[in-house]
């Protein structure tokens, strides 16, 4: 479904590891995300981070009920953070916030036909998920017309 919906992910090899309303999980090969010094493209990085946010908020729309609703998932703002380069294959993670930020997000969706919500995701090498390369923080808005 994401590379129909986001085909730029075909591009890039991301392939789903774990996707839930809990937690998604993808995995992407150096070799099409390579940059001009050997490392995983910054943007590469950005653009497979603000994607897992999206597919758990997708995820979180099924589960929930509020999938009957057609929500528009907008990223208003994103923000990296990069504290050392990723070589090789890496995976990126988000995990659902807590069940009261999930609650209110919920309300105001139903309730005020849109709501925020803050996520964030991480970029880690596949080989070790102890320390994170990059962490993501998106801003999204959803609405439903």
């Given at each position: ?6 085909p730029l992910?075909?591009?890039?090899g991301?392939?789903v590891?774990k996707?839930?309303a809990?937690k998604v ?5 150096h070799?099409p995300?390579?940059n001009h010094?050997?490392?995983?493209f ?11 946010c999206?597919s ?5 729309f ?6 009957e609703l057609?929500?528009?998932v ?13 070589k090789g294959?890496?995976?990126v993670e ?5 069940a009261s930020?999930?609650s209110?997000f ?5 309730q005020k036909?849109?709501?925020?919500l803050k996520?964030?995701a991480?970029a ?6 102890e320390k994170?390369?990059v962490?993501f923080l998106?801003?999204?808005f959803?609405?439903?017309?």
């Amino acid at each position: 479904m994401i590379h129909s919906k986001i085909p730029l992910t075909r591009g890039m090899g991301l392939r789903v590891i774990k996707s839930s309303a809990q937690k998604v999980v993808f995995s992407l090969p150096h070799s099409p995300n390579i940059n001009h010094v050997g490392t995983v493209f910054g943007g590469s990085i950005a653009a497979a981070q603000a994607v897992c946010c999206w597919s758990l908020l997708l995820n979180y729309f099924e589960e929930s009920g509020l999938k009957e609703l057609k929500p528009h998932v907008v990223l208003r703002e994103g923000t990296n953070n990069y504290s050392a380069p990723l070589k090789g294959t890496f995976e990126v993670e988000c995990k659902a916030p807590s069940a009261s930020v999930l609650s209110r997000f919920k309300k105001d969706l139903v309730q005020k036909k849109r709501a925020k919500l803050k996520l964030k995701a991480s970029a880690h090498p596949k080989a070790s998920r102890e320390k994170a390369h990059v962490e993501f923080l998106g801003d999204y808005f959803v609405y439903v017309k």
